[in-house]
């Protein structure tokens, strides 16, 4: 196996030797340079696989070196060594896109945790990851088989989302034949609670059924309304919840999660069953019934979602909810370009604002 190899550059590396001593002791490959343009002249001429960098040296400084060292070999890790505490330079070698940030003096063991969490980090996460997977496998294949509600079969998604995403992160793809096949036995068994328990949903008599389409506004969209809170509805066609939780990561730079909870779609669930009977607050068979001039049905030419604003606006006057709405589907840009342009006007106009995206969607039917 190719060893890693390192670059240490400080202007007192003689007084780093037994450092460097350690680290070749651990099977590390060191080289070392005592100035900048020694350094860049380094990496100019052979590969490196991390590098040491001290920020207070004669000459270039650390951070100029850092700046050429990124642009000849920009993907190589660099952890930054200084004696200095001050904020300001913290800030620049962070802004500089440094991996790891030391304050001298550093013991042997800060150094070789750098190192494998720059380094190794991949393949220790690997190994860790399909290791704890190993260990649940067995207690969720038993949540899957003893799974008798609608709220365990949510708790069991959420868990094999969960390994799904860790063992994909950590791309080792030593587990992903297993997965799938627990997941192939999660679908099987959980057909077969559907085929079951799915009619006796729509039993008013029955309490204990999960949120559905028909009730999902009304359940968490409603109180904040009724409160006179500002609210923005997102409605992302097809998203699953794995790739939430793949966006997730982004959104939270911006926005704090709440809470976060699954609902069970109306079958079919194709969009002109499962997003009409969302905004209608109906099952199909009642939208078309009450509403005979905004159904569709399969063998009608048309959109067959063309009314969900006149839907949406029906049950907030039913629930004595302003209709007073901004509503926009998402086709293209330009639609996201003239809501973004307008967006203070519209936030002051209106209670609800409603945006349907159909990009996931659109995706997927690309796909097949």
Same mark, same amino acid.
């Given at each position: ?18 450092? /460097? ?21 380094? /990496? ?122 860790e063992l994909s992160s950590s791309q080792s793809g030593q587990m992903d034949e297993i997965l ?46 009724h409160s006179d809170k500002k609210t923005f509805l997102l409605v992302i066609d097809n998203l ?8 997730q990561p982004a959104i939270n730079e911006y926005y704090r999660t709440e809470s976060e909870d ?97 990009? /996931? ?8």
């Open positions: 196996m190719k060893k890693t190899h390192i670059l240490w550059v400080d202007d007192e590396i003689d007084l780093l030797k037994p450092h /460097v001593i350690f680290l070749e002791q651990k099977g590390y490959s060191v080289s070392t340079a005592t100035n900048g343009h020694d350094a860049i002249e380094m /990496v100019e001429q052979n590969e490196f696989d991390l590098f040491f960098l001290d920020e207070n040296m004669p000459g270039l400084s650390g951070l100029e070196t850092l700046t050429k060292l990124k642009e000849i070999s920009p993907l190589t890790p660099v952890i930054m060594i200084t004696k200095s505490e001050e904020e300001n330079i913290m800030e620049d070698a962070i802004g500089a896109n440094i991996n790891d940030y030391l304050i001298k003096p550093v013991n042997p063991n800060q150094i070789l945790l750098a190192i494998k969490k720059n380094i190794e980090k991949k393949r220790l996460v690997s190994e860790k990851t399909n290791q704890a997977y190993q260990s649940a496998f067995s207690s969720l294949g038993m949540e899957i088989n003893d799974s008798l509600t609608h709220q365990d079969w949510i708790n069991v998604y959420k868990k094999l989302v969960f390994w799904e995403l799938q096949m627990q997941k192939n036995e999660a679908n099987s068994a959980f057909t077969k609670f559907i085929k079951k328990n799915y009619a006796n949903w729509f039993d008013s008599k029955n309490d204990d059924k999960p949120i559905l389409s028909p009730n999902i506004l009304r359940e968490k969209l409603f109180p904040n309304l699953r919840f794995d790739q939430w939780k793949a966006l699954l609902y069970y779609s109306i079958l079919p669930t194709a969009t002109q069953y499962s997003r009409n009977s969302l905004f209608s607050g109906l099952m199909p068979s009642e939208i078309s019934k009450l509403y005979p001039e905004l159904w569709k049905n399969d063998d009608e030419e048309g959109g067959k979602n063309l009314y969900e604003e006149e839907m949406l606006k029906n049950l907030l006057r039913k629930f004595n909810i302003s209709d007073n709405i901004y509503f926009e589907k998402i086709i293209d840009i330009k639609n996201i370009k003239r809501t973004q342009d307008r967006i203070k006007e519209i936030t002051r106009q209106h209670l609800l604002m409603v945006m349907i995206v159909n990009f /996931v969607d659109n995706l997927s039917h690309a796909r097949t």
